[in-house]
């Protein structure tokens, strides 16, 4: 047996032997990807400290990763089947890996965003490359539960990212959260040249290079405009932004619809499978990311647990998406994938109303049956999408169909970012202007504090220190008169420390149920919508190949 397998898994008439292996390659792959965006949201404190971020600073290392993620999949899905597959998911590990390197080595902010760039680019040629390869290897009757496995996959990266990230944090400085994706980057390349047979479509066409570049263009500026306008405000960046994005958009549809072999057939949305699947895909994950941004800052901050025990408690959302998962595998067949999704957008939406009711008393308690919720829905909504977008696509094209099912989680998951996060922060720096009217406390303070929840909790920690100090200080005053002033100036603080803690706490709860709300009501809205949309019955079979193409090339080994 050859270490490196050289030979296509479509080259035979049975399935690849070693299939279900080779998936767990391409599960691992996902993970790492998935997870370098949710393991940031607990490394972001030490790294602000360490490097000095701002604000705007903090946003774009995080969202440098999402803009080339979003932007460039579609391009490189479609260069991968035509070239390779495999060697768009080796190339993708290598520059991840050599990405997260290069920001464990940051020293400032610019440093850190362009390493995430990097790393965008990694994972814009992983993700579709997991998802085709996966369709390549697997013959169609099990398909649909390979897929189910990739899709917990993803939900378990969400909530095993801050896990991972706090257990490091707890010994080792924000950089080990870069650095332990490169061991992991290393096995799976390794593992892909051992157990992932190369694909790559039987055409010899030239890609639409022009369509990719328009696909790059809209998707970039419109995910840049989610990010700009919401977070920073609508000024001539985000509007260029806009208008670029729309004028792109309309470029690249009419470009599609000219092109003989365009990159993407945008004709596909007029499907009603097609289009629901990725509305389904958007909705959910606009929730999901949402509710996952404000609920981890609730855990550290406003109940006070560290990195490493607020991932351990959003590990009932990964359980449940498994639990979620197996049962879609089995009802999916017999009750049809529009019963299922809509199922599980209904169990979204119901999770996310269940949240409303959060206020400042609240504990974890309260936090577990939403989170089990929300995870059994994104595993009986999302397998039978992400099956159906691939089933909708050709042997040659399963790159662009992986890049198109991703590029619209993206979509979604940025949306729900700043939406959600722009109505959030909105919500709690009205409650708590509201909640601080007329304590006396310092103009500046109170308008720091309205920045963010974490910058709230600062402010009440300073002013809780500067009266310990007083009160220090009126402990060595020999001078009685004076010692009583400063123990008087200092029990107000304290006071107004206390006040502004429970403030802060019950005013970020407030968003929270407030945020969670309108989240509700998007994702109800949009099952109704899905559920219109997705016909009854069983999935149409997928295109066949033209008559003057095999369904894989079966020769080079460089593939």
């Known amino acids: 047996m050859r270490l490196v397998v050289n030979e296509p898994a479509g080259r035979t008439d049975r399935p690849y032997a070693r299939r279900w292996w080779a998936l767990l390659v391409l599960c691992l792959s996902l993970l790492i990807i998935v997870m370098a965006n949710t393991a940031l949201t607990v490394a972001a404190p030490d790294m602000t400290r360490d490097l000095g971020l701002s604000g705007a600073d903090l946003q774009w290392v995080i969202d440098g990763y999402t803009v080339p993620y979003a932007a460039l999949m579609l391009l490189l899905g479609a260069i991968g089947d035509k070239y390779s597959r495999r060697g768009a998911l080796l190339l993708g590990l290598v520059v991840f890996g050599g990405g997260a390197v290069f920001g464990s080595l940051a020293d400032s902010a610019a440093t850190v965003i362009a390493a995430r760039a990097v790393m965008g680019v990694g994972a814009a040629l992983i993700m579709p490359a997991t998802l085709s390869l996966l369709a390549a290897t697997f013959p169609r009757a099990e398909r649909a539960r390979a897929i189910t496995l990739w899709t917990a996959t993803a939900g378990l990266a969400i909530a095993a990212g ?14 080990s959260t870069f650095l332990i994706n490169v061991p992991i980057a290393a096995v799976a390349l390794v593992a892909a040249l051992v157990l992932v047979p190369p694909s790559r479509a039987g055409h010899h066409d030239r890609v639409d290079h022009v369509g990719g570049l328009l696909s790059v263009l809209w998707v970039g500026s419109l995910v840049y405009m989610i990010i700009e306008g919401p977070h920073f405000g609508w000024d001539t960046k985000a509007v260029t932004a806009a208008a670029v994005a729309g004028a792109g958009l309309v470029a690249f549809v009419l470009w599609e619809l000219r092109h003989p072999r365009p990159i993407l057939d945008v004709r596909r949305f007029a499907g009603r499978r097609f289009a629901g699947s990725n509305l389904a895909v958007a909705l959910f994950f606009l929730a999901v990311f949402g509710a996952f941004y404000y609920l981890t800052q609730h855990l550290q901050f406003v109940l006070g647990y ?25 009802l999916t067949p017999r009750v049809g994938m529009k019963w299922t999704v809509t199922a599980g957008m209904a169990g979204g939406t119901a999770a996310l109303a269940l949240l409303t009711r959060v206020d400042g008393s609240s504990s974890y ?21 992400t099956d159906a977008i691939m089933g909708a696509f050709p042997e040659s094209e399963l790159g662009v169909g992986g890049a198109v099912n991703d590029t619209s989680l993206e979509l979604g998951g940025s949306l729900g970012i700043a939406i959600l996060g722009s109505l959030l922060s909105a919500s709690y720096s009205r409650h708590l202007s509201d909640a601080t009217a007329g304590s006396g406390l310092p103009a500046n303070a109170l308008s720091t504090a309205q920045d963010s929840v974490g910058a709230g909790y600062a402010v009440a920690q300073g002013i809780g220190a500067r009266a310990r100090q007083l009160a220090e200080q009126a402990a060595h005053t020999a001078d009685p008169q004076r010692a009583a002033g400063l123990k008087e100036q200092a029990g107000q603080l304290a006071e107004g420390a206390r006040h502004m803690k429970d403030a802060v706490g019950s005013s970020f709860a407030d968003a929270v149920a407030h945020t969670s709300l309108v989240g509700a009501v998007i994702l109800g809205v949009g099952t109704l919508a899905v559920a219109l949309l997705l016909p009854r019955g069983a999935a149409p079979e997928p295109e066949p190949e033209a008559a003057e193409e095999p369904k894989e090339l079966v020769g080079s080994a460089a593939n």
């Not at 590990?315 to 049962?327: D, E, R």
């Open 365 to 385: 308690g309260d936090f577990v049956l939403p989170l089990v919720i929300l995870g059994l829905a994104i595993g009986l909504a999302l397998s039978p999408c």
């Open 306 to 330: 560290d990195a490493l025990a607020t991932g351990l408690r959003m590990l009932p959302l990964a359980g449940a998406v498994f639990a979620g998962s197996a049962v879609t595998g089995y």
């Open 162 to 175: 801050p896990v991972v990230a706090g257990a490091l944090l707890r010994n080792h400085g924000w950089a």
